[in-house]
């Protein structure tokens, strides 16, 4: 990671904290984005664009075009930023998979196209996807999640076939995230049995660098304890 610049979607969540974190650790330098308001102020190394609604195409191509001016290039976007819901599609409401699709496909397709042009002009472009294990089956209460992260993947599978060659994009599928606020929900779950964030920065972080040149269009699940 040294020397590389990375944007960072969901940036102050507890994935994408820790993905940030973990990239400024090994020498990157890093956009964080968010919905919620920036919490650091600007440095050489890092920046935090917050308050901003990455499911509004205009919104995610100012963030993107600020984060490229301040470093001066990007060489990696990795896409965090999302959302759940658990509803039964009989009893659920139509404005859930509205929300969870602008929240899961829509911020990764603006943030992306937006990015593309300068990861292209990078010569090493990397675009890091969050799908999700769930999406590869949805049970009972997950189809409006499982609908817009199986989006995600197709959007993954797409853009590395049309910028193959170009610019690498891949997908991590984590099972259940080892979260404060999953503990809180599911406070009988076997924790030992769910993927930590450090885990899948791990992965992601691998995905983003110069030794997965050769990985596009993978869909990577993490976490299969489960």
């Given at each position: 990671?040294?020397?590389?610049?990375?944007?960072?979607?969901?940036?102050?969540?507890?994935?994408?904290?820790?993905?940030?974190?973990?990239?400024?650790?090994?020498?990157?330098?890093?956009?964080?984005?968010?919905?919620?308001?920036?919490?650091?102020?600007?440095?050489?190394?890092?920046?935090?664009?917050?308050?901003?609604?990455?499911?509004?195409?205009?919104?995610?191509?100012?963030?993107?075009?600020?984060?490229?001016?301040?470093?001066?290039?990007?060489?990696?976007?990795?896409n965090i930023a999302?959302?759940?819901?658990?509803?039964?599609?009989?009893?659920?409401?139509?404005?859930?998979?509205?929300?969870?699709?602008?929240?899961?496909?829509?911020?990764?397709?603006?943030?992306?196209?937006?990015?593309?042009?300068?990861?292209?002009?990078?010569?090493?472009?990397?675009?890091?996807?969050?799908?999700?294990?769930?999406?590869?089956?949805?049970?009972?209460?997950?189809?409006?999640?499982?609908?817009?992260?199986?989006?995600?993947?197709?959007?993954?599978?797409?853009?590395?076939?049309?910028?193959?060659?170009?610019?690498?994009?891949?997908?991590?599928?984590?099972?259940?995230?080892?979260?404060?606020?999953?503990?809180?929900?599911?406070?009988?779950?076997?924790?030992?049995?769910?993927?930590?964030?450090?885990?899948?920065?791990?992965?992601?972080?691998?995905?983003a660098s110069d030794?997965?040149?050769?990985v596009t269009g993978?869909?990577?699940?993490?976490?299969?304890?489960?």
């Amino acid at each position: 990671m040294q020397g590389k610049v990375l944007i960072v979607t969901g940036a102050l969540g507890a994935l994408g904290k820790v993905v940030a974190e973990t990239a400024s650790a090994r020498g990157a330098r890093v956009a964080g984005i968010d919905h919620a308001p920036s919490q650091v102020s600007a440095t050489p190394e890092r920046i935090e664009i917050g308050g901003v609604d990455l499911s509004d195409p205009a919104q995610a191509k100012t963030a993107v075009e600020a984060a490229a001016k301040h470093f001066g290039r990007l060489d990696a976007l990795i896409n965090i930023a999302g959302g759940f819901a658990f509803e039964t599609v009989g009893d659920g409401d139509i404005r859930t998979w509205q929300r969870l699709y602008a929240l899961n496909v829509l911020t990764a397709l603006n943030t992306s196209r937006a990015a593309l042009p300068h990861l292209a002009a990078s010569g090493a472009g990397r675009i890091v996807n969050i799908g999700a294990m769930g999406a590869l089956q949805a049970g009972s209460g997950m189809g409006p999640y499982a609908a817009s992260k199986a989006g995600v993947h197709r959007l993954t599978e797409a853009l590395a076939n049309e910028w193959k060659g170009k610019v690498t994009v891949n997908a991590v599928l984590p099972s259940i995230i080892d979260t404060k606020a999953n503990r809180a929900d599911m406070p009988k779950a076997d924790f030992s049995k769910w993927v930590t964030p450090q885990e899948l920065a791990e992965v992601i972080l691998f995905l983003a660098s110069d030794a997965a040149s050769g990985v596009t269009g993978a869909l990577i699940p993490v976490g299969g304890r489960v």
